[in-house]
């Protein structure tokens, strides 16, 4: 076969979440097949993990009757507004399995693996949905549970955090393994222990699982794709002047997001940073735009004209300082 460029791309949940977010995604998948081999992450539609979270919290059966409702109800009607009328029954049958398996669980005695089961759920009902909409516009695509691929272990400290090394065997393994003109639509936020017990990677951890996936897989890019075209000095919606970063050193922005100034998952940056795999953050709803670039100091040969490139665009706007200093 031969070689392609590899992109993970990365799609949040306000990127799934409408038909018209879903109907971009389906363009932009398709002009990156043109180019090269993208592999797609996501999350689960915009709120619904939040429902999760109440799901799993709550101690009263009629209150976690309404909340599954709800959730029934957001998938059946995004998926009816984009799906061919086979496409959809296919798909309720797909909901119908995993909402039966969550009901269940929203039922057992609370521990922690209850806890995880019930969170995963957005991200096994979303992932299907994107892949059946891509299959329906003509991309051979394919949903793909990463329950088996992300490795999840107790560390000394008694928290679950993700191994590496396994994550990487594995993931490496399987796509290898998987067919080269297929596009996969892997779950992000989710993994699974030793033993098979699903474990989610925390809040906004989509983030870390396309970043680990990058890594592992060997990715020339990792473009995250979300509603707001970039990172921006301060949230734009709030402070008036804030300004967008073009670029950023990836550095930087691992010791910023680590500060929890970018508002990312603590550790999204980790295997990204050690594979000098350079993030774009863009916006689905303009994407056309230059977004925020965060390039490694060390430019892997894969990137470098592409980097130089956007990096002399760059001079004109809000230049991270020591981004600036490295130009
Ligand atoms: N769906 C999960 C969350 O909302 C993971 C993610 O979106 O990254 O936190
Ligand atoms: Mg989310």
């Known amino acids: ?77 995004l998926s009816r507004l984009v799906l061919s009328h086979e496409r959809h029954a296919a798909y309720l049958e797909h909901l119908a399995e995993e909402i039966g398996g969550l009901t269940d669980l929203a039922r057992s005695v609370a521990g922690e693996f209850r806890s995880h089961g019930i969170w995963a759920a957005g991200e096994l009902l979303s992932a299907p949905l994107v892949a059946s909409l891509l299959q329906q516009r003509g991309v051979l695509a394919n949903a793909v549970n990463a329950r088996p691929m992300i490795r999840v272990v107790r560390s000394n400290a008694g928290v679950w955090v993700v191994d590496r090394n396994q994550t990487r065997a594995r993931t490496e393994s399987w796509f290898a393994h998987s067919k080269g003109d297929e596009v996969p639509v892997i779950t992000g936020y989710i993994g699974s222990t030793e033993e098979g017990k699903t474990i989610t990677l925390g809040r906004g951890g989509s983030d870390y699982s396309a970043a680990l996936i990058a890594e592992a897989i060997g990715a020339s890019k990792f473009d995250r794709w979300t509603d707001v075209d970039g990172l921006y000095t301060a949230d734009p919606n709030k402070v008036a002047g804030a300004g967008r970063f073009l670029f950023l050193l990836l550095e930087d922005a691992t010791t910023w997001n680590e500060a929890n100034q970018l508002g990312m998952h603590a550790h999204a940056f980790e295997p990204v940073l050690q594979a000098c795999i350079p993030v774009h953050v863009r916006s689905t709803r303009f994407p056309q735009g230059d977004g925020t670039l965060i390039l490694p100091a060390r430019l892997p040969h894969r990137v470098e004209r592409d980097a130089r490139s956007l990096m002399a665009h760059a001079q004109k706007t809000h230049v991270s300082q020591t981004a600036a200093k490295s130009l």
């Not at 038909?19 to 592999?39: T, Y």
């Open 1 to 77: 076969m031969p070689h392609s460029v590899i992109k993970v791309l990365k799609f949040g949940g306000t990127s799934v979440g409408s038909p018209e977010a879903l109907i971009r995604l389906v363009n932009i998948v398709k002009g990156e097949s043109k180019a090269g081999r993208p592999v797609v992450v996501v999350s689960a539609l915009s709120g619904v993990t939040d429902w999760l979270v109440a799901l799993e919290k709550s101690s009263e059966a009629q209150e976690r009757q309404g909340i599954i409702r709800k959730i029934v109800r957001r998938h059946i009607e």
